[in-house]
């Protein structure tokens, strides 16, 4: 009898399981938000960095008004440390150098600022260009406030035939004419002349205010004095007669003190 041997197949080893992929390393989350930070930074920077300082100076020069460091950052697209230390750096550069103007942190802004050696030089220049002589228009344009006061600037411009803003925003910088109310029906602001005016032409009162006879040749005395007729103050108008007097020459005083 002869033995059955049962022959076992070969049974297949079973197939590994695919290895995973290699995980990389984690990078450290500082570099990665100092990358960001550096990207960030470069799309605000609107000028190189060697422009910094120069940029900072231009903004500095035109400013009014004190400028905080972070409207000064905002402005050349810096990071306010940077800004920081970029004026700082100007402030002691100007010190070093001696020059006529320095760098001021003053109620938490920067601006520039004469040195105070120089204040008298400053004030000698500020003075002269006070004492500058008017231009025609604006001797023309005095004496039409000085003679119809209070007076708007309309009705300036009516008895002069011309438009008047810019002369009269100039006499008002220089402190000859000041505001005075407004007119009660119109609501146009009235304009008159101030104590300075009177200081610069040498009188005390607007009473003693030269006539205008004298400076109308083709006029007589009658005529004159009804041109004026119904004036509210002793102080002669220019009224109707303003097209034909001189107004520059109302007062030899107008045009012989430099204002």
């Given amino acids: 009898m002869s033995e059955t041997t049962d022959v076992q197949a070969p049974v297949a080893d079973a197939a590994p399981d695919p290895a995973p992929d290699p995980v990389p390393d984690a990078e450290p989350e500082n570099v990665v938000e100092s990358e960001s930070v550096t990207e960030s930074e470069g799309e605000t920077l609107a000028i190189p960095l060697a422009d910094l300082r120069p940029a900072l100076e231009a903004v500095l020069m035109v400013a009014d008004q ?5 409207s000064l950052a905002t402005a050349v697209g810096y990071p306010v440390r940077e800004v920081a230390e970029a004026l700082a750096a100007l402030a002691a550069e100007y010190d070093e150098s001696g020059r006529g103007f320095e760098l001021r942190n003053v109620a938490g802004g920067w ?3 004469t040195r105070e050696e120089f204040a008298p030089v400053v004030e000698r220049f500020v003075l002269e260009g006070q004492q500058a002589r008017l231009t025609q228009a604006a001797l023309e344009t005095l004496a039409v406030v000085a003679y119809k006061q209070p007076v ?5 411009s009516a008895i002069r035939g011309v438009n008047v803003d810019g002369v009269m925003r100039t006499l008002l910088t220089r402190g000859l004419v000041e505001e005075a109310g407004a007119d009660a029906e119109t609501g146009a602001h009235l304009y008159r ?3 300075y005016f009177l200081e610069r032409i040498g009188i005390t009162s607007l ?3 030269p006539e205008l006879a004298p400076f109308v040749p083709d006029m007589d005395d009658s005529d004159l004095e009804e041109a004026v007729a119904g004036m509210s103050s002793p ?4 009224a109707a007669v303003a097209d034909e007097v001189p107004v520059s020459e109302a007062g030899p005083a107008l045009g012989t003190d430099g204002d």
């Fill in 152 to 156: 708007s600037r309309s009705r300036v």
């Fill in 66 to 70: 004190p400028l905080d460091q972070v």
């Fill in 235 to 238: 102080v002669a108008e220019v």
């Fill in 111 to 113: 601006r520039y600022y």
């Fill in 193 to 195: 002349t101030t104590n």
């Fill in 207 to 209: 009473d003693q205010l």
